[in-house]
């Protein structure tokens, strides 16, 4: 194995990498302090990274979903299934994104609007989570 190979390795990351989506909430942040330190890192402050389970974790979770989209890795559609899909309509901040996945939802069931419009308010609900 490489030197630059070593350094990156260790038995919490590959802790952390063993882990599957079900379990990443739970297990996660238990592992990753150990997996830092074993790597010589320091996890950020809990004001700069805030714990996944609080509210401002999820809303910087959010804010970095909008983010993905206004670079083009999500479509509108994705962005407001995932956020309606992870957080529902909490916190408050991701309120207006859920009921825009619901509309995507009833869309061609007799309510109005369009697809197109849709879009267009979720691009405008992530520029405004982005800020």
């Known amino acids: 194995m490489s030197p630059a190979r070593n350094r990156l390795d260790s038995p919490g990351l590959r802790e952390l990498a063993a882990c599957t989506r079900a379990e990443a909430d739970r297990e996660v942040p238990d592992l990753l302090p150990?997996?830092?330190?074993?790597?010589?890192?320091?996890?950020?402050p809990a004001d700069v990274l805030p714990p996944a389970n609080t509210?401002?974790?999820?809303?910087?979770?959010?804010?970095?979903l909008a983010r993905r989209m206004l670079?083009?890795?999500?479509?509108?559609?994705?962005?407001a299934s995932r956020i309606h899909r992870h957080f529902g309509h909490e916190p408050p901040l991701v309120e207006q994104l859920a009921a825009l996945d619901e509309a995507y939802d009833v869309l061609g069931h007799g309510c109005p609007g369009s697809r197109s419009e849709i879009d267009e308010e979720v691009v405008a609900e992530a520029r405004r989570l982005a800020l």
């Open 34 to 44: 150990a997996a830092f330190a074993e790597l010589g890192l320091l996890l950020p």
């Open 55 to 64: 509210v401002p974790g999820r809303e910087a979770a959010a804010r970095a």
């Open 71 to 79: 670079a083009g890795e999500l479509t509108a559609r994705q962005l």
